[in-house]
């Protein structure tokens, strides 16, 4: 049984930083694709960077040059790296990871709030 679990989230003035982790587990192979996703209130979810299995990423233009996602194969870990932080930056995030046949799993969610 996949599993997704989301950690580090928390309050942080604005041009602090915080460093999420993401566990998934469960699956035969290493996930093929691992992301970071947010939504604030009264918006939708949308990606903030993601890696692939190889160590490819992909950035949010708003998250670009502040943000670094990394990822450790061995544990099916990835970790997000947020700098810089912005009030607009507060969202719930969420961990995403896209299995082997391309089963997408999510997890529960971090709370990110970054006071101004």
């Known amino acids: 049984q996949v599993q997704v679990v989301e950690s580090g989230g928390g309050l942080v003035q604005a041009g602090g930083s915080l460093r999420l982790s993401c566990a998934a587990s469960g699956s035969t192979f290493p996930f093929t694709y691992i992301g970071w996703y947010r939504q604030a209130p009264g918006s939708q979810r949308d990606m903030v960077a993601r890696?692939?299995?190889?160590?490819?990423?992909n950035y949010a233009a708003s998250v670009k040059g502040r943000f670094t996602i990394s990822r450790d194969n061995a544990q099916n870990t990835v970790f997000l790296q947020m700098n810089s932080l912005k009030p607009e930056d507060t969202a719930v995030y969420y961990c995403?990871?896209?299995?082997?046949?391309?089963?997408?799993?999510w997890g529960r969610g971090t709370q990110v709030t970054v006071s101004s």
């Open positions: 995403n990871a896209i299995d082997y046949q391309l089963r997408g799993y």
């Open positions: 890696i692939s299995s190889g160590g490819t990423t």
